[in-house]
Each structure stands twice: as structure tokens, then as C-alpha cells.
Nanobody, 116 residues
Framework: QVQLVESGGGFVQAGGSLRLSCTASGILVSIYRMGWYRQAPGKQRELVASITSGGITNGADSVKGRFTISRDNAKNSVYLQMNSLKPEDAAFYYC??????????WGKGTLVTVSS
């Protein structure tokens, strides 16, 4: 009964900020690679960033310097702080948990809409 529940998506104007949250149950985020992915219409799903106890892995170059992934083990949650949002950032954002590349879970996604 693993669940990843995202929240924090919404509608913002370009230049605004959002903070996405992903709260896990049934697993401990501390022992999984936790990642944020996004998928825009007509686009492939892409890694935004991921985090493990060993550090952070950046995904899409377009978000580097604007988005920051973090983790709170006590709350069993992972976050994505998104600043200076651009219309091209609009997408469904998904929380992912991966262990050893063989055990993988996805949240249902949260929609981020950015207007110009």
C-alpha cells in the first residue's frame, strides 16, 4: 500500500513560485531515490531532479538554478521549490520513488499551470 501524494500545484503567473510536496506512505523516503518528473502536452516525461542520501541529481537543464529539490525524512516528504516559473514549465509534475532501479512508485501528479 505504497502511496505518493503530491500537492502544491496550481496556477501562477510567469515569474511566480510554487512549492510542490510529496508525502510518502508505505515506504521511507530516506532509503529511496526520490524524484520529481514532469510531463507537458506533447512531450516526454522528464526528470526534474532527484535526491538520495548521497546528494542531488539534476535533470532538466532548463530548471537548473530555479528549482530546488529537498527532503524531510521526519515528515517522510520530498519537496520541489520552483521559482521564476516560465510558461514552458507548465506540466503535470509527478513524484517518484525508486529503489535499486527495480522497485518504482509514482504519484498521480499535480498540475502546474503558468501564464505569461
Amino acid at each position: 500500500q505504497v502511496q505518493l501524494v503530491e500537492s502544491g500545484g496550481g496556477f501562477v503567473q510567469a515569474g511566480g513560485s510554487l512549492r510542490l510536496s510529496c508525502t510518502a506512505s508505505g515506504i521511507l523516503v530516506s532509503i529511496y531515490r526520490m524524484g520529481w518528473y514532469r510531463q507537458a502536452p506533447g512531450k516526454q516525461r522528464e526528470l526534474v531532479a532527484s535526491i538520495t542520501s548521497g546528494g542531488i541529481t539534476n535533470g532538466a537543464d532548463s530548471v537548473k538554478g530555479r528549482f530546488t529539490i529537498s527532503r524531510d525524512n521526519a515528515k517522510n516528504s520530498v519537496y520541489l521549490q520552483m521559482n521564476s516559473l516560465k510558461p514552458e514549465d507548465a506540466a503535470f509534475y509527478y513524484c517518484n520513488a525508486d529503489r535499486g532501479g527495480s522497485i518504482n512508485f509514482w504519484g498521480k501528479g499535480t498540475l502546474v499551470t503558468v501564464s505569461s
